[in-house]
């Protein structure tokens, strides 16, 4: 699989690196949220959580996806080989679509309790940064192969579109978990096309019905589209993580690991207002 030394490896991966010290040090200097634990001990352990998933991601889910867009390829099967046109139209089309796709995926990952027991482990961060950008169970990565694999395949995308669509993919994600502040209408432009840090803020909220909202990845139509954005929540009013897994002690990365292969926790009702109070209490314990 040269194609993923060329251009994932040798160009997007640098690339990749690049914009995730951008936004660390970016963060850093202009935070939107107050942070809840040491910004080093948030490091250690969404590193280490991360490992599994990152082997995962570059020697199965690549290699796995470039196989897939090639033979499609070869066997002339999928929605882009089945017109004629411009090959950047086409790539074009096949990037919309592994997005929306992706859209829908990270719906199922909260509707259904086999994929939210491995979702979950993402979602417990008490805070919200750039590290919690790579906080991923390698549960959920390998699920994703099969999905993703899926709309690669029946989209007709081609290898090159699906590992830029995997680069542009992992900045997205980066940037929406960044806990960078820019200036407001700043934000509020780019955010009629992506997703942006005061949106996925929301969708990291303890409150079910903001945690059910703001689904897209790179472009946040999606959302509207089906009527599941919310943008009216201040950032200073958002507690962020799942209230079931709230306790600090817990949340080392041998339990984080662990979770999935446990009994998952009902979702508690938290209202709105013991919500925000909590909030009060949370920014006072900042360190």
Same mark, same amino acid.
């Given at each position: 699989?040269?194609?993923?030394?060329?251009?994932?490896?040798?160009?997007?991966?640098?690339?990749?690196?690049?914009?995730?010290?951008?936004?660390?040090?970016?963060?850093?200097?202009?935070?939107?949220?107050?942070?809840?634990?040491?910004?080093?001990?948030?490091?250690?352990?969404?590193?280490?959580?991360?490992?599994?998933?990152?082997?995962?991601?570059?020697?199965?889910?690549?290699?796995?996806?470039?196989?897939?867009?090639?033979?499609?390829?070869?066997?002339?099967?999928?929605?882009?080989?089945?017109?004629?046109?411009?090959?950047? %139209?086409?790539?074009?089309?096949?990037?919309?679509?592994?997005?929306?796709?992706?859209?829908?995926?990270?719906?199922?990952?909260?509707?259904?309790?086999?994929?939210?027991?491995?979702?979950?482990?993402?979602?417990?961060?008490?805070?919200?940064?750039?590290?919690?950008?790579?906080?991923?169970?390698?549960?959920?990565?390998?699920?994703?192969?099969?999905?993703?694999?899926?709309?690669?395949?029946?989209?007709?995308?081609?290898?090159?579109?699906?590992?830029?669509?995997?680069?542009?993919?992992?900045?997205?994600?980066? %940037?929406?978990?960044?806990?960078?502040?820019?200036?407001?209408?700043?934000?509020?432009?780019?955010?009629?096309?992506?997703?942006?840090?005061?949106?996925?803020?929301?969708?990291?909220?303890?409150?079910?019905?903001?945690?059910?909202?703001?689904?897209?990845?790179?472009?946040?139509?999606?959302?509207?589209?089906?009527?599941?954005?919310?943008?009216?929540?201040?950032?200073?009013?958002?507690?962020?993580?799942?209230?079931?897994?709230?306790?600090?002690?817990?949340?080392?990365?041998?339990?984080?690991?662990?979770?999935? %292969?446990?009994?998952?926790?009902?979702?508690?009702?938290?209202?709105?207002?013991?919500?925000?109070?909590?909030?009060?209490?949370?920014?006072?314990?900042?360190?």
């Amino acid at each position: 699989m040269g194609i993923i030394k060329r251009v994932f490896d040798f160009k997007g991966s640098p690339v990749l690196a690049c914009v995730f010290m951008a936004l660390f040090v970016a963060e850093g200097r202009r935070p939107l949220r107050k942070r809840v634990e040491k910004r080093s001990k948030r490091i250690l352990i969404n590193s280490i959580v991360a490992l599994p998933a990152f082997t995962l991601l570059r020697f199965l889910f690549l290699p796995v996806m470039t196989w897939l867009a090639n033979k499609n390829q070869k066997m002339g099967f999928g929605l882009n080989n089945q017109y004629k046109a411009h090959p950047i %139209f086409k790539g074009f089309v096949a990037f919309l679509l592994l997005d929306y796709t992706n859209y829908l995926w990270h719906v199922i990952n909260h509707k259904l309790p086999l994929l939210w027991r491995f979702h979950v482990v993402h979602h417990s961060d008490p805070d919200l940064d750039i590290t919690t950008a790579i906080r991923f169970h390698f549960g959920e990565l390998i699920g994703s192969v099969f999905y993703r694999g899926a709309f690669v395949f029946l989209s007709g995308a081609t290898p090159l579109t699906v590992l830029l669509y995997e680069i542009v993919f992992e900045g997205a994600t980066q %940037f929406h978990h960044s806990n960078w502040r820019l200036p407001f209408k700043v934000e509020e432009m780019l955010n009629k096309a992506i997703v942006t840090p005061r949106m996925h803020g929301i969708h990291h909220s303890v409150i079910r019905d903001e945690t059910d909202s703001n689904y897209s990845v790179i472009f946040s139509f999606w959302d509207r589209l089906h009527k599941t954005i919310r943008l009216n929540v201040a950032q200073d009013k958002i507690v962020t993580g799942v209230p079931q897994y709230s306790d600090p002690n817990e949340l080392t990365v041998g339990n984080l690991l662990k979770i999935p %292969f446990t009994k998952v926790r009902k979702w508690p009702e938290v209202n709105e207002a013991d919500a925000r109070e909590l909030t009060a209490e949370k920014n006072m314990m900042v360190k």
